[in-house]
């Protein structure tokens, strides 16, 4: 099977993979979700991304990829970040002078924390666009690293990247959250690699057929999960390390399955998660403003002539939220950012 691929070489499956993903990403969010559901989603999403990233990866010239990562990656999070300082200014009560606390939160953005560090105290989160930071810092620490090794045995290659990343998660764990989560952008080293590999080896296309495969790696990753051993990389969880590895791995490869059943099975469902994937970045950045700036409950669930539980309020939130990126895609402005929050291909 070759991979289908569409205008700009864009593989259909892995937009619907980003599609399905970064709507459980804000499915996780919700507070009602079963603890098992929600572990299910955090061990896999964001390794999908640094996988899906990397295999993409065509060469390993870095000043190409540094430009193409600042376009699709640090303009997108500066926005957010900008836009954030200025909600954060308008909801001042005048405690602190605005100017001070516009500059604070653009000094957050430089330093760009994944959560508050015990050694960088007075700077504050950045929130849910952490992620897109510390995509930046891997990629280019993986594309840095595979262009002295690229004529390197496999093994040797793969063994380097384990190695930083014990030292990521020692660091994040016995010192501190880094920031730009440098210390998760070298525990996401090895799902790079993994990424790296399946596009080189064109493993999924040569194996999409062979059913006994997917269904030993789905039985992997529910099996592993009820064991507990789903990774969580914002807060520096590694439960059984190698363990936790593999069972996002699995995680990944079962939403790719899905995607190719999608893709073969439902041209619309096709269409409406390919859409989705391609505008992930745009639904980051709303998901990310909203749960940070906006009190639904007030806002809008009270005004409404109805009771709104949690699994209604999520889906008038993802409503919103996708009736809100399309908006944003219809203007050229729109279509302009779309094109630079592509961070997958």
């Known amino acids: 099977m070759a991979d ?6 864009r593989i259909q499956y892995w937009d619907i993979a980003k599609g399905i993903t970064i709507l459980l990403v804000v499915f996780g969010h919700i ?3 079963d603890p098992y559901i929600r572990s299910l989603i955090f061990a896999y999403h964001m ?4 996988i899906a990233n990397a295999y993409f990866i065509k060469n390993y ?3 190409e990829h540094f430009i193409k990562s600042v376009r699709s990656l640090m303009i997108p999070y500066s ?3 900008v836009l954030s300082a200025i909600l954060c200014v308008n909801q001042n009560r005048g405690e602190v002078p605005n100017y001070r606390i516009f500059l604070n939160r653009i000094a957050d953005m430089f330093i760009g924390m994944s959560k508050i560090s015990n050694h960088f105290i007075r700077f504050e989160s950045v929130w849910l666009v952490w992620f897109v930071i510390c995509l930046f810092a891997s990629r280019m620490i993986y594309v840095m690293l595979m262009n002295k090794l690229e004529v390197a045995p496999v093994w040797l290659s793969f063994l380097i990247m ?3 990343a014990g030292v990521g998660e020692a660091v994040g764990l016995l ?3 880094l920031p730009w989560s440098l210390d998760v952008a070298l525990v996401a080293l090895p799902f790079m690699w993994i990424g790296d590999q399946l596009h080189k080896t064109d493993w999924i296309s040569k194996n999409a057929k062979r059913i006994w495969i997917w269904g030993f790696v789905f039985l992997i990753w529910l099996f592993l999960a009820r064991k507990g051993a789903a990774i969580e990389m914002a807060t520096r969880s590694y439960p059984g390390y190698v363990i936790c590895f593999v069972e996002a791995m699995a995680g990944v490869l079962v939403c790719i399955k899905c995607s190719l059943l999608i893709e073969t099975l439902s041209k619309r469902l096709s269409a409406f998660f390919a859409w989705c994937g391609k505008n992930s970045m745009i639904i980051l950045a709303l998901h990310c403003l909203e749960m940070r700036f906006l009190d639904w409950n007030t806002v809008i669930y009270s005004r409404l002539p109805f009771a709104v539980n949690e699994n209604l309020g999520f889906i008038i939130k993802m409503s919103c939220i996708l009736i809100i990126t399309w908006l944003t895609t219809q203007s050229q402005r729109g279509l302009y950012l779309l094109n630079l929050t592509d961070c997958v291909n």
């Open 79 to 81: 926005v957010v970040c």
């Open 61 to 63: 010239n870095l000043h």
């Open 175 to 177: 010192y501190a959250f």
């Open 31 to 33: 507070n009602c979700i």
């Open 4 to 9: 289908q691929k569409g205008n700009k070489g």
């Open 162 to 164: 384990a190695v930083l």
């Open 47 to 50: 390794p999908f991304f640094f």
